[in-house]
């Protein structure tokens, strides 16, 4: 089972950027999927998750900004990431859990899944 990250790069202040996470070994249909990030000599943090029924959740910083989506047939789950501001900078990764989770449990599930990690850094 692996999740597959990709579409990082360097991207100016204000600028957009669309990250995309693929899964492979499983079918990831009936798993919540997450965007985390961990910017340098800070803890890991929820970024925006996606439950099996659609549902979304974002974290307060992007919200408004970031879109969260997933395509079943791909087995992919994706962070449109739009107005980016230094703060975004950090290393993004995508994680799946499996089960049935509402929109409002999304930050707090405990992945089990993770990608290796894609670095956007957002230049001033």
């Known amino acids: 089972v692996q999740l597959q990250a990709s579409g990082g790069g360097l991207v100016q202040v204000g600028g957009s950027l669309r990250l995309s996470c693929a899964g492979s070994g499983r079918d990831f249909g009936g798993h919540a999927l997450g965007w985390f990030r961990q910017a340098p000599g800070k803890e890991r943090e929820f970024v925006a998750g996606?439950?099996?029924?659609?549902?979304?959740s974002y974290s307060d910083s992007v919200k408004g900004r970031f879109t969260i989506s997933r395509d079943f047939a791909k087995n992919t789950v994706s962070l449109q990431m739009a107005r980016l501001n230094p703060e975004d900078t950090a290393v993004y990764y995508c994680?799946?859990?499996?089960?049935?989770?509402?929109?409002?449990?999304?930050?707090?599930?405990?992945?089990?899944?993770w990608g290796q990690g894609t670095l956007v850094t957002v230049s001033s």
């Open positions: 994680a799946a859990k499996l089960g049935t989770w509402r929109s409002y449990e999304l930050p707090n599930v405990d992945y089990e899944y």
């Open positions: 996606i439950s099996w029924s659609g549902g979304v």
